[in-house]
């Protein structure tokens, strides 16, 4: 089994910046990939982002190419999501995921087995 544990989460007002930061533990040498999703109640899942664990290998929703950045430190166990110029619309519970298998499509939620329990962003305007 993998636990991931998100923070970082908060409030911000429009064009500030957060980090959120989703530490792993477990069978961490099975994870292929880590990633960022988020959902506000009564939506849909939506990818933000994601990042191979072995190759740095990074993908990212459209809605957030320029602005958010992944990255992770395969040391600590960890996985970051660096998010500038927040909007509003960014407002979401955010979720790590872990792969434990290769995927050819990490944009999925359906390629990971394990989930955090989310941190909320909140984007006020």
């Known amino acids: 089994q993998v636990q991931l544990v998100e923070s970082g989460g908060g409030l911000v007002q429009a064009g500030g910046s957060l980090r959120l930061s989703c530490a792993a533990s477990g069978r961490t040498f099975n994870i292929y990939a880590l990633g960022w999703f988020r959902r506000a109640p009564g939506k849909e899942r939506e990818f933000v982002a994601a990042?191979?664990?072995?190759?740095?290998?990074?993908y990212y929703a459209d809605s957030v190419k320029g602005r958010f950045t992944i990255s992770r430190d395969n040391a600590k166990n960890t996985v970051y999501l660096q998010m500038n110029s927040l909007k509003p619309e960014d407002t979401y519970v955010y979720y790590c995921?872990?792969?434990?298998?290769?995927?050819?499509?990490?944009?999925?939620?359906?390629?990971?087995?394990?989930w955090g329990r989310g941190t909320q962003v909140t984007v006020s305007s």
């Open positions: 990042i191979s664990w072995s190759g740095g290998g990074t």
């Open positions: 995921a872990a792969a434990l298998h290769y995927s050819s499509n990490y944009y999925s939620g359906r390629s990971y087995d394990y």
